[in-house]
């Protein structure tokens, strides 16, 4: 499968985006779909999960309550909507694929290509 994410940009803090990731190729109903980010100098961190099938969601302390994963499987897409962007959600966000849940970027073995995302302040 390949992934491509789109949907960054420039936002004031306090402002929404939401990122999509468009899927080439079946997703299995057991796969796991992640969003990471990743911010200058600093490693690449876990975000938020969906299990394809299930729908079931999971989120980093750090973003639980502000974002929300969803996916719609006939378009084979995965969204994250951002809301109360602050600046230090700023980062590079990548969406991957899995085969099982997980928080590291090494239980994931498809990666899209990233989209960069900056909020002012």
């Known amino acids: 499968v390949q992934l491509q994410a789109f949907g960054g940009g420039l936002v004031q803090a306090g402002g929404s985006l939401r990122l999509s990731c468009a899927a080439s190729?079946?997703?299995?109903?057991?796969?796991?779909m992640g969003w990471f980010r990743q911010a200058p100098g600093k490693e690449r961190e876990f975000v938020s999960a969906i299990r394809w099938g299930r729908g079931s969601t999971y989120y980093a302390d750090s973003v639980k309550g502000q974002f929300t994963v969803s996916r719609d499987s006939a378009k084979n897409t995965v969204y994250l909507q951002m809301n109360s962007l602050k600046p230090e959600d700023t980062a590079v966000y990548y969406c991957a694929r899995g085969v099982s849940l997980g928080d590291t970027p090494a239980d994931y073995n498809a990666w899209g290509q990233g989209t960069l995302v900056t909020v002012s302040s």
């Open positions: 190729g079946r997703i299995f109903s057991s796969a796991v």
